[in-house]
T-cell receptor, first 109, second 113 residues
Framework: AQRVTQPEKLLSVFKGAPVELKCNYS??????LFWYVQYSRQRLQLLLR??SRESIKGFTADLNKGETSFHLKKPFAQEEDSAMYYC???????????FGKGTHLIIQP | GAVVSQHPSWVICKSGTSVKIECRSL??????MFWYRQFPKQSLMLMAT?????????EQGVEKDKFLINHASLTLSTLTVTSAHPEDSSFYIC?????????FGAGTRLSVL
């Protein structure tokens, strides 16, 4: 069975500090990993996918197959980064996503 | 681009009645759409995969007779909660797949009295 674990329900950091949101997964094959973000009163939107290997809004995430992790990082947090962040896994094909429980990120001024 | 519209955003119904939720891809065609359920303070759980022109695929533990899914066109999938009961009260979210990315609707909050 596939599983996504986000160990932190809540993460609070000060503006300008580095941020790391942890995500670990279990899957027997080669999954596709995503980070979705949900700002207050808005819908889920894609932030990053591992295959694109790009930086969006200053965030990056690297897939580490050895550690089965896909942690989300940003070197300098901004207040507008405050949101709910979900790590998600796609087992391939037309499968739906398996989501972690989400981490509520709060950036304090 | 890649906008998904979900309607209604909020519905209240009496126990025993049926409720239909629509999910539309506005600017793209989606052969595959997905329905998720989110309980308060919990994550999204995949309920079913909706395939255009064929039967939906339900996740284990999801009653297909309770949650009827129809995907009659490339831009519309509907979820009907039949004979709704208070325990069906939840937040239902759809997504549509395009270029291997899922785009989400804003969700429907269902309250069954």
């Amino acid at each position: 069975a596939q599983r996504v674990t986000q160990p932190e329900k809540l993460l609070s950091v000060f503006k300008g500090a580095p941020v790391e949101l942890k995500c670990n997964y279990s899957y027997s094959g080669s999954p596709e990993l995503f980070w979705y973000v949900q700002y207050s009163r808005q819908r889920l939107q894609l932030l990053l996918r591992h295959i694109s290997r790009e930086s969006i809004k200053g965030f990056t995430a690297d897939l580490n197959k050895g550690e089965t992790s896909f942690h989300l990082k940003k070197p300098f947090a901004q207040e507008e980064d405050s949101a709910m962040y979900y790590c998600a896994l796609n087992g391939g094909g037309a499968d739906g996503l398996t989501f972690g429980k989400g981490t509520h990120l709060i950036i304090q001024p | 681009g890649a906008v998904v519209s979900q309607h209604p955003s909020w519905v209240i119904c009496k126990s025993g009645t049926s409720v239909k939720i629509e999910c539309r891809s506005l600017d793209f065609q989606a052969t595959t759409m997905f329905w998720y359920r989110q309980f308060p303070k919990q994550s999204l759980m995949l309920m079913a995969t909706s395939n255009e022109g064929s039967k939906a695929t339900y996740e284990q533990g999801v009653e297909k007779d309770k949650f009827l899914i129809n995907h009659a066109s490339l831009t519309l999938s509907t979820l009907t909660v039949t004979s709704a009961h208070p325990e069906d009260s939840s937040f239902y979210i759809c997504s549509a797949r395009w270029a291997n990315i899922q785009y989400f609707g804003a969700g429907t909050r269902l309250s069954v009295l």
